[in-house]
């Protein structure tokens, strides 16, 4: 069942229990006396107050069942205006005399006739209404101008978020070279053709399950393999778990098994490390493409050079400007055929195990405050401009 059915059945099925709660609270007072002129002068004001409440909730629901809390806590209610949001609540004068709402047989039965019409409308837009479905952009939205960027400082300025800690050297961003590097792999080779796997399994959203991996980054990981092998690609989801204990180790306990699989498996000519980011608690990296929320995502470099001491020997990155291409190319069709999807291309001072491959992606994936549905919605993209570099189709 699709989320916009679940939320429409859930609003109907509220708007009947606060209907049915109010109706045998009204009946329950009217025990009391055959007319209203008999029922003692307080549970005629709480009489009143039903019908306005039944009243209200026709009005707002959500005003109603305010309303509602109100009357079963004892206290005297307060309504409210109606307001659009972000506006302050007022409160109305309450004049009982100024409501007229009496709760007959016919009237009941008229409330009644008007909710199973809104139900048959809803369900009938239901039927009617299509899912948003993905369709992958057939042209770009717009077209970067790289002569703008032919000076380095501008080229980080415009693509690229430098780490404190980190030293970026002219020779690495060539605007010329990050283009024109081949970044395509041969689809037709048997065996894997692209390794996916997660250095930090445990990575999970704002609602995912515990226990559950399907819901965590490597289900996203799953779902992202089914989708590059529609393309056409053979794809080698690997589920190993590296971070269990801790996180601090895990780029080094995942190395030895990553490249045991691209010794085991030579056809292997693209590797890609999904992750998810970490971001303050209040941040929301989405967008809207196609009408859906979509999470953003992240490029991210390791360069093997501080800002203190340069290069890093021990940290020796053979492959670091076909990484760079690779990455660049992803943000830079990104920012063509979907602006505002993909965030600047990270870059820190450490290798993150990207010397394995000429071809290695880190991504980050949204972040631990973005849905499952979110993230979901996220894949098919990225799936797409994955295909566009990795078939230099573009």
Same mark, same amino acid.
């Given at each position: ?35 209203? *002129?008999? @029922?003692?002068?307080?549970?005629? /004001? &709480?009489? +009143?107050?039903? $019908?306005? %409440?039944? =009243? ?13 809390? *109100?009357? @079963?806590?004892?206290?005297?209610? /307060? &309504?409210? +205006?109606?307001? $659009?949001? %972000?506006? =302050? ?24 006739? +008007? ?23 057939g042209e770009k939205s717009q077209f970067i101008l790289w002569e ?247």
């Open positions: 069942m699709s989320m916009s059915k679940k939320r429409r059945l859930l609003g109907i099925s509220k708007w009947l229990l606060l209907f049915m709660i109010l109706t045998l609270l009204l009946a329950n007072i009217r025990k009391e006396g055959a007319k209203e *002129d008999s @029922l003692p002068k307080e549970s005629l /004001v &709480f009489t +009143e107050l039903i $019908q306005e %409440g039944v =009243q209200r909730i026709k009005k707002n629901m959500i005003e109603g069942q305010s309303v509602l809390m *109100d009357l @079963l806590a004892g206290n005297e209610p /307060v &309504f409210f +205006e109606s307001r $659009q949001p %972000g506006m =302050q609540e007022s409160a109305l004068p309450f004049e009982l005399e100024d409501y007229s709402l009496m709760l007959s047989g016919d009237s009941l039965g008229q409330m009644e006739e +008007e909710n199973r019409s809104y139900q048959e409308r809803a369900a009938e837009e239901e039927e009617t209404e299509p899912e948003k479905e993905f369709t992958p952009a703008n960027y032919e000076d380095m400082e501008k080229l980080l300025q415009g693509f690229y978020t430098v780490d404190s800690t980190t030293q970026a050297t002219k020779e690495l961003f060539s605007v010329k070279t990050l283009l024109e590097t081949d970044c395509s792999i041969d689809t037709t080779t048997e065996g894997p053709q692209i390794l996916l796997y997660h250095t930090h399994s445990q990575e999970g959203f704002v609602d995912s399950v515990p226990g559950d991996s399907s819901t965590t980054i490597v289900g996203a990981g799953e779902i992202l393999t089914k989708l590059l092998e529609g393309y056409g690609y053979k794809v080698l989801h690997h589920e190993g778990e590296y971070d269990v204990k801790s996180r601090d180790y895990a780029y080094s306990n995942s190395l030895p098994a990553i490249e045991q699989l691209l010794k085991d498996n030579p056809s292997i000519q693209a590797v890609i490390d999904l992750h998810r980011d970490a971001v303050a608690e209040d941040t929301r990296l989405v967008t809207e493409l196609a009408g859906r929320p979509t999470a953003r995502v992240m490029f991210f470099n390791g360069l093997s050079r501080t800002r203190k001491q340069g290069a890093i020997p021990y940290l020796e990155n053979p492959y670091l400007q076909e990484n760079l291409a690779f990455s660049f190319q992803m943000k830079t069709l990104c920012d063509e055929y979907y602006p505002g999807f993909a965030r600047n291309i990270y870059l820190r001072a450490y290798r993150y195990n990207m010397h394995v491959s000429p071809r290695t992606l880190l991504i980050e994936l949204g972040a631990q405050t973005n849905t499952m549905e979110e993230i979901h919605n996220a894949l098919e993209p990225l799936a797409h401009i994955l295909d566009k570099v990795l078939s230099g189709k573009d």
